[in-house]
Every structure is written in C-alpha cells, then in structure tokens.
C-alpha cells in the first residue's frame, strides 16, 4: 500500500484543509489543558500534519511504515524549513527510546489496525511513548462510514486528469472493509493503471473508549470532527483524545 499511491498522494488530497486540522489539534491541546513541546505523529503519509505542526513551533517526530511517503514527507520538511525526525516504523511495533509529550495520529491511521487485540498492543506502545501526563489524539472513519458510505459500494472521482475507482466489499463478520483502488494517471497520450488493495476496520467508539481506559488512560472522550461537541451515530469521522 502507498507505494506508487504515494506519488499522486497529495495531488488527490489537495483539497484537505490540513491547517484547520492543525488549528483544531491545537484547541484540543488547550480544551485538556495541555502545552506539549515534543509530539509524536504516526502514520504522518507524507508529512501533511506534521509539518503544519512543526511551523506552529512544536519539535515533531513523524512515523509511517511507507519509505516513500516518508520520503515525500523529508523533502517537503526540507523545503518548508522544519527540522523534523522522520523514522519508518509499522505503529503496531512502534519501539522509541524517547518520550512524548503528545502523540497524533490522523486520517484513518487506526483503522488500518485490522485486529482488536493488535489495536490493544498499539495504544500500549502508544501509552509507553508518553510522557506522564501526556495526550493522544487520533481519528477514526467511523463504523457508520465504513459500513454504510463505503460499505459494498463502487465509487469513482477525477481530479486534475487522474482517475480513480473504489470497489468496497464490507464484511460484516469482522467489520472489515476491503477497498480495490484503480488509478488511471496521464503518462503521454496514454494512461497508467495501477491497483493498490487496502483494508480497514470499522471500529465502534465505545470499543475504543473502553479500550483506551483498559490499557491505563486516565480520561477518554470522543468528539465529532472539528468540534468539541459529542459523536452523532451518523458522523463520519470521529476524534478521539485521552490522556495519561
């Protein structure tokens, strides 16, 4: 996954508003009464959160497992300026020596945690990479998006020449969506297709709740995205935050 997707990554993404979410980390920052100086942002693609981050004057560690968003995400560093560690690690064996002051992790990283018990592991290692009294922050495609707007459904966008198709077939049983993405990008007169398979699993909040008060953190809430008001059940995109 995100191989040559990471080539045409920001391209298709262009349209996200990466400082409002900069801007709305940074009020959750000050809603749980939290100045952070070191954070820690997991599965940060190709930097689009990190490096906004990072501008905003907060020293930035980035993780992902894909050397080459990694590599997109190093050379956008590069040319905006910030000094900022970018260490390629799958979350799921994430192993830092240093502590963290807050810990982000944004855009569907989570789902892509296909196991309860590996979801389990992973804000273990997230808790352990904390700083007493630090804060985690991540989102989730919420269990409505998954299983209703994606669901077994095909769905198809153009955006600067590049096309694209989703085929989603959504099983119930393990609530886990198996998306087939085919792209279609100009090269000459012509286009090359490439495929990429991606799997999520839609979680439900209270299962994450729970979950993050079962592995030793002290306060977890949940918001609806870019505010502070509770989940509705038909939001697609929740936010999480729990502290240590």
Not at 144 to 151: A, C, D, N, Q, V
Not at 156 to 163: A, L, P
């Amino acid at each position: 996954m995100y191989e040559e997707f990471s080539k045409i990554y920001d391209i298709l993404m262009e349209d996200s508003d990466y400082n409002a979410w900069t801007e709305y980390i940074i009020q959750l920052f000050e809603k749980h009464d939290v100045k952070p100086k070191n954070i820690l942002d997991l599965a940060c693609g190709t930097g689009n959160i990190t490096i906004p981050l990072s501008k905003s004057g907060y020293n930035m560690c980035g993780v992902d497992i894909s050397e080459s968003m990694l590599a997109i995400a190093e050379n956008k560093a590069r040319s905006n300026k910030c000094k900022i560690k970018f260490i390629q690690q799958d979350i799921r064996e994430l192993n830092l020596s240093e502590k963290f002051d807050a810990v982000t992790c944004a855009c569907d990283g989570i789902n892509y945690i296909l196991k309860e018990e590996e979801l389990i592991s992973v804000l273990l290692r997230i808790y352990d990479a904390l700083s007493e009294n630090g804060i985690l922050i991540f989102d989730i495609s919420s269990y409505f998006k998954l299983r209703f707007i994606l669901g077994n459904n095909t769905l198809f966008e153009e955006k600067n020449d590049i096309c694209y198709c989703w085929e989603n077939e959504f099983d119930l049983s393990s609530s886990i969506v198996k998306m087939r993405l085919n792209f279609f990008v100009p090269k000459g007169h012509l286009y090359h297709r490439f495929e990429e398979i991606h799997y999520q699993k839609a979680y439900k909040n209270s299962f994450i709740i729970n979950s993050l008060k079962s592995c030793g953190f002290s306060k977890a809430s949940c918001y609806e995205c870019f505010s502070l008001d509770e989940p509705k059940k038909t939001n697609e995109r929740v936010i999480f935050v729990a502290t240590k």
